[in-house]
């Protein structure tokens, strides 16, 4: 098991929550009415994809492992999964019950998400509701 750690983008700022925003231009909100609860700080790792897709092709050449398990969903994991299927590797994937992007399903061995399914709650319901996507 590898844990990969990128690095965060010099990009990340602190953005104004869509509902929010909406309520502040259609002037249901004032500007001093905000929390810090109506930010969100967005900030993008980088290099993880990079790392991640050599450690697969590092695992595939060398026969390391007979399988690889790759907690992801992103399309950047289409090389590197086709790459160990050809070496002969079983790649499985767990999306965490994430959508992931159709091509990366075509070149999958399998797709199990193992942890459990996370309960989605809504502001208009008084009880918890199972995400069904």
């Given at each position: 098991m590898a844990i990969r750690l990128g690095h965060l983008s010099e990009q990340a700022e602190w953005i104004l929550k869509e509902g929010r925003l909406q309520s502040l231009l259609?002037?249901?909100?004032?500007?001093?009415?905000?929390?810090?609860?109506?930010?969100?700080?967005?900030?993008?790792?980088?290099g993880l994809d990079?790392?991640?897709?050599?450690?697969?092709?590092?695992?595939?050449?060398?026969?390391?492992?007979?399988?690889?398990?790759?907690?992801?969903?992103d399309a950047d994991f289409v090389p590197a999964a086709k790459l160990a299927r050809r070496e002969g590797l079983d790649f499985v994937l767990d999306p965490?019950?994430?959508?992931?992007?159709?091509?990366?399903n075509e070149?999958?061995?399998?797709?199990?998400?193992?942890?459990?399914r996370?309960?989605?709650?809504?502001?208009?319901a008084?009880?918890?509701i199972p995400n069904s996507g």
């Amino acid at each position: 098991m590898a844990i990969r750690l990128g690095h965060l983008s010099e990009q990340a700022e602190w953005i104004l929550k869509e509902g929010r925003l909406q309520s502040l231009l259609s002037g249901k909100v004032e500007f001093k009415d905000l929390t810090d609860d109506d930010f969100r700080y967005d900030a993008k790792q980088k290099g993880l994809d990079m790392r991640i897709g050599t450690d697969i092709a590092t695992l595939a050449y060398k026969r390391n492992v007979d399988q690889i398990v790759l907690v992801a969903g992103d399309a950047d994991f289409v090389p590197a999964a086709k790459l160990a299927r050809r070496e002969g590797l079983d790649f499985v994937l767990d999306p965490m019950w994430k959508a992931i992007h159709p091509s990366l399903n075509e070149h999958v061995d399998g797709i199990r998400s193992t942890s459990p399914r996370p309960i989605v709650k809504t502001a208009h319901a008084k009880l918890a509701i199972p995400n069904s996507g």
